[in-house]
């Protein structure tokens, strides 16, 4: 499974199918890619309707026909676009094309629905994507639920969790690796992902990649 990070929140997931997670990258100063590259994709979930998550997610749905995956507001915002949508809501689960995605709690703003985050299922594999959010005590039901695979924690701090939030939300979820997310985009959210590294310590994994940088989950 090969994981890509375009910057800020945008992850590419890359199994039996392609999935996109949070594209922000018109408008994002350190994008890896430009939406017109992205080609390919099966399904795109968005966390939230910030414009730094929703970001291109309508464009790239209607050019690679990717179904899209939200809360149920937004997904109604895709519909009445003419994009192939799948609503849901926190604590759900659904199945698009034998890909699982769990829609979970984030503690954030948003106007349309409600922040969340996403558990997804492939290949066997349990990956979770925080979206925006404060370190909150029901990740420990993420940690008894889905000991995730890895997952993407934001670290950025200001409008999300910060480096000593994000470590305790390594251990509240066991995940057993974690991709900084969130963070070196603007100079709002700057941080430091080796310092986040070291606070982690064995608890878990940290692979720090640069935008557009991939690792492959073995
Ligand atoms: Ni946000
Ligand atoms: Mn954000």
Same mark, same amino acid.
């Given at each position: 499974?090969? @994981? ?6 945008? &992850? ?61 507001? @937004? ?66 039901? @993420? ?11 934001? &670290? ?6 910060? @480096? ?55």
């Amino acid at each position: 499974m090969k @994981i890509t990070w375009w910057g800020h929140a945008a &992850i590419q997931i890359e199994g039996s199918k392609i999935v996109i997670i949070d594209p922000f990258l018109t408008g994002n100063p350190v994008a890896a890619i430009s939406p017109d590259k992205i080609n390919q994709a099966d399904l795109v979930a968005v966390t939230h309707d910030h414009g730094d998550h929703l970001g291109d997610a309508f464009t790239i749905c209607q050019q690679t026909g990717a179904t899209l995956v939200a809360i149920h507001e @937004i997904a109604v915002m895709a519909e009445e676009k003419g994009i192939k949508a799948e609503g849901m809501n926190i604590g759900g689960s659904i199945e698009v094309e034998g890909v699982v995605v769990h829609m979970v709690n984030a503690l954030h703003s948003c106007d349309k629905g409600h922040p969340a985050g996403v558990v997804i299922e492939m290949d066997g594999r349990k990956l979770y994507h925080a979206g925006d959010t404060a370190l909150t005590y029901d990740m420990k039901l @993420i940690g008894e639920f889905f000991q995730p695979d890895l997952s993407f924690l934001p &670290i950025g701090d200001r409008y999300t969790m910060g @480096i000593p939030s994000a470590v305790k939300a390594v251990e509240f979820t066991q995940t057993k690796r974690v991709i900084p997310i969130h963070y070196g985009t603007f100079p709002l959210v700057e941080a430091d992902p080796h310092e986040f590294q070291r606070r982690v310590g064995n608890l878990a994994e940290v692979i720090i990649l640069k935008q557009g940088e991939s690792y492959i989950l073995e």
